[in-house]
């Protein structure tokens, strides 16, 4: 039996999700984004962090994207998709009439050429490592051969996916960026400069980009959702600090502070009620959680890591970042599916901490190190972590480094005893629990250069971790929600983490914009969805 | 002359290439990889040491760095890490307006430093002097973030008289008023004591004792000697200008190479650090061979050798 997912379904479910498109907005008008960093890409093969992935995201298009402002999958330039009973096999229909912006149609052997392209060494993508489970893959990686066996165009509007194992996270890579289709002819024009030239098939094309300036993106008349996006114009404005830009906004000089709220002024903006109506709160899918090395005695002994999760005060390490969060009870963020809502961690405790460290026999205390990036808030909630645990007798010593260099000292052979995450970790490539697990969690991570920071490895939770992976299907989704929950649940009793909050974005945009609160907080379009955003002046 | 200035441009050569080996070596001291800021966080060992491998980062620091010089030779200075694009084109964008507003900070701070040190040098020890001392010394330890922001937020935000950011002829003032600041005061300092010193000296008491008016004694014979020794100073701005624009910039969005360091500094996009700090080293060596050239000219008594 094959299973159908109709474009249509998704419509609806889209119209019912997003009350503010229900009565379409019509188009017109501009948008001035603010970012202080230049982006530094819009090549989507190359581009990986959240600034470069929401303006890419508007230029170019996967197989697969998710309901504007939420984490439900949808097709995009696939129309329709089946996969085999085994799991393994992926067909996708292409849409009609799908055109890049430079005017040429979209075929599937464009389709073929994005993923091999990213997956090519020679492209030096980041994320070429994400297709990892596509037949053919090492033998592209390897050299050995000139493209992915495992994928294959029947015809122009069928592209057909082969994968070595079953992989329930498959459909979100296909909506990853580094997989977005793109002109093969404009590509070996521009060469390792097409991340300057970027020519999709998204809402938005791509007009000018003057380093270190502005980027002009114009709206693409041919997009294949008709009446999107909404905005004529969209302008993003580099170089100067958000501190300065939240004053640019109050002037009416630009429409969106990318970077958010600065701390210093986010009091201010949200007592004020004038202002405070103009920010959009919701979800997203972070968690901010200290690593506990699992190979650094004394932190080896499960007890003591229990510990340090019952000393720390979370709720008022929530209020040193104003309240933008909530304490977290588990290393998933409760926006993910297979977040456990019965699940309440580990409470606040002081003398429970020290009962349990008396226990492991170090009723004394000790002395270790945290590690933590040096840009504000972290500092802080170092430490008012460093203060939790000397209240409990450890002594923990504050190593304040550029992100760079925590990055480096985490991944380290051995790694150090205590990282905060904050700045750095965690916030998911894609809504699914198994991100929140391989690279932070798993064994798989726990290797010089790796991201599992605790440096935990438990072999048996891999395999239950695998085993969820294996189903692939829609009937099977609350069963690996289920599967998923229990292994996020084991994590937490061997504490390799102690989660401490999730963070809540908040977006301030001028007044001139509409739009449903959680497209100016998409979790997927970070910060903000430009594509169904629109001018209200233009209403 | 030629026989100096062949000897000068020498020394820059062996100048600019221990700063090259210096800032490269620095790049590998700091215990940061930057293959773990550009692989995505889903790679695996093997997926890193691909990246690592295509981008020489695998090799011996000696081989690398006479790999990158190699390219530098040939004009090449690399591609960056994490943009991809050619360093030197992204230099190149940048750099007329970082030029642009050193030409602006240097015109702004001659023209409140040397009417301030000539004001303070004619009426010494009085109440304006003192006062004008005191603001070039505000002046000269301002932090230059802090000036940034407050100037800003002054003419910017509350009195909505000059554009806030951006690249353009009126928003050029804020920048160069702020980068301008320091060595304005600083030249207020200078100017006030060699005025202080022009006008102790015989001639000035004769040009008086002959019946000239206090305004041609003033500026005819005092000002254009007082003033020479400061103009030599000018070439050494330069210098000290290339490193103030990486704050300057990044306050008023300035699109200059400053900003574009700042962010590579961040993203340890070491072709991008070497690029700019190589450039940046052009400029101060530049800068001082034309403080050493002018030299001469103003005063006679040095010559080049």
Excluded at chain 2, 70 to 76: K, S
Aim: charged share 20%; hydrophobic share 45%; glycine share 10%.
């Amino acid at each position: 039996m094959k299973r159908l997912l109709l474009s249509a379904v998704a419509a609806l479910a889209l119209i019912a999700a997003v009350p503010a498109l229900a009565d379409s907005p019509k188009q017109g008008g501009a948008a001035v984004v603010t970012f202080n960093n230049d982006l530094t890409t819009l090549d989507p093969a190359i581009g990986y962090d959240w600034q470069n992935w929401s303006v890419i995201k508007s230029i170019f298009d996967g197989l697969m994207d998710y309901e504007p402002g939420s984490t439900k999958l949808r097709p995009d330039l696939a129309e329709s998709y089946t996969i085999s009973d085994d799991g393994q096999t992926y067909t996708f229909k292409l849409r009609d009439g799908l055109k890049f912006h430079n005017g040429r149609a979209v075929t599937s052997a464009d389709v073929k050429y994005s993923l091999e392209r990213a997956v090519s060494p020679a492209t030096q993508s980041p994320g070429g490592s994400y297709f990892g489970a596509i037949k053919g893959y090492d033998e592209l990686v390897a050299g050995k051969a000139k493209d992915l066996s495992g994928v294959t165009a029947p015809d122009d509007k069928t592209v057909v996916i082969a994968l070595t194992r079953p992989d329930a996270t498959f459909l979100h890579l296909m909506a990853i960026n580094f997989g977005f289709v793109v002109p093969k002819e404009e590509v070996e024009k521009y060469g390792a400069d097409f991340g300057k030239h970027p020519v999709g098939t998204g809402a938005f094309k791509f007009i000018e980009w003057t380093p270190g300036q502005k980027l002009e993106l114009e709206r693409f008349a041919d997009y294949h959702t008709k009446g999107v996006p909404y905005l004529d114009k969209l302008t993003f404005e580099f170089g100067q600090d958000p501190t300065v830009n939240v004053l640019r906004l109050k002037k009416g000089e630009v429409d969106i502070v990318g970077d958010g709220i600065p701390p210093a002024q986010f009091n201010e903006i949200m007592k004020d009620a004038s202002t405070r109506d103009l920010v959009a709160v919701g979800d997203q899918l972070h968690t901010g959680y200290v690593t506990l090395n699992v190979k650094i005695p004394p932190l080896d002994n499960v007890k003591v890591r229990q510990a340090i999760n019952m000393a720390i005060n979370k709720d008022r390490i929530v209020r040193i970042i104003n309240n933008r969060g909530v304490a977290a009870t588990q290393p998933l963020p409760p926006a993910m599916p297979g977040y456990d809502t019965a699940q309440k961690g580990y409470a606040f405790d002081p003398e429970e901490a020290k009962k349990l460290l008396t226990e492991a026999g170090f009723g004394d205390g000790f002395s270790t190190e945290l590690y933590a990036m040096n840009v504000d808030p972290n500092p802080r909630i170092a430490q008012a972590i460093q203060q939790d645990l000397a209240a409990v007798g450890i002594k923990a010593e504050i190593k304040s480094l550029a992100q760079a260099e925590v990055i480096t000292a985490g991944g380290a052979g051995q790694g150090v005893p205590m990282i905060w995450s904050g700045g750095m970790a965690w916030i998911a490539d894609f809504p699914d629990p198994a991100n929140f697990y391989y690279g932070i969690l798993g064994c798989g991570g726990a290797v010089e250069g790796g991201w599992n920071w605790s440096k935990y490895c438990n072999e048996s939770l891999d395999q239950r971790a695998n085993q969820a992976d294996t189903m692939v299907t829609a009937e099977q989704a609350s069963a690996r929600a289920e599967a998923w929950k229990g292994i996020f649940n084991d994590v937490l009793k061997d504490a390799p983490w102690a989660p401490i909050f999730n963070e809540k974005r908040f977006t301030f945009h001028s007044q001139r914009l509409g739009g449903d609160a959680t497209l100016f907080t998409d979790p997927i379009h970070i910060p903000v969805n430009y594509d169904y955003i629109f001018a209200k002046d233009k209403q | 002359m030629i026989r100096y200035l062949a000897k000068r441009a020498a020394w820059s050569l062996l100048i600019l290439i221990g700063v090259s080996a210096i800032t490269f070596a620095i790049n590998f001291v700091i215990p940061s990889d930057p293959v773990a800021l550009i692989a995505a966080r889903s790679a695996t060992k093997a997926d890193r040491d691909r990246l690592r491998h295509e981008l020489w980062l695998d090799r011996p620091v000696i081989v690398q760095y006479g790999h990158y010089m190699a390219g530098v030779l040939q004009g090449d200075l690399g591609r960056s890490y994490k943009r991809k694009t050619q360093v030197g084109e992204q230099i190149m964008a940048r750099l007329p307006a970082t030029l642009v507003l050193m030409v602006a900070a240097i015109a702004f701070e001659l023209l409140i430093g040397l009417p301030a040190g000539l004001f303070a040098a004619r009426r010494r020890g009085s109440n304006a002097d003192k006062t004008a001392m005191t603001l070039s010394f505000i002046g000269v330890s301002a932090p230059q973030f802090v000036t940034g922001l407050i100037l800003f937020y002054i003419f910017a935000y509350w009195l909505s008289w000059l554009p806030s950011g951006g690249y353009g002829a009126a928003n050029v003032i804020l920048p160069a008023v702020t980068l301008g600041i320091a060595g304005g005061g600083w030249y207020s300092r200078m100017m006030r004591s060699s005025m202080v010193d022009v006008l102790r000296q015989d001639y000035i008491r004769t040009a008086r004792a002959k019946g000239l008016d206090e305004r041609s004694v003033l500026f005819v014979h005092a000002f254009r000697n007082a003033v020479l020794p400061i103009i030599a100073m000018i070439g050494l701005d330069v210098g000290i200008f290339m490193s103030g624009v990486v704050v300057v910039e990044s306050v008023y969005g300035w699109p200059g190479i400053g900003q574009l360091m700042w962010q590579a500094i961040q993203d340890r996009d070491i072709p991008i650090i070497m690029g700019v700090t190589l450039t940046a080293a052009i400029f101060i060596v530049l800068g001082n061979l034309l403080a050493d050239l002018i030299a001469p000219l103003i005063d006679p008594r040095i010559r080049l050798r």
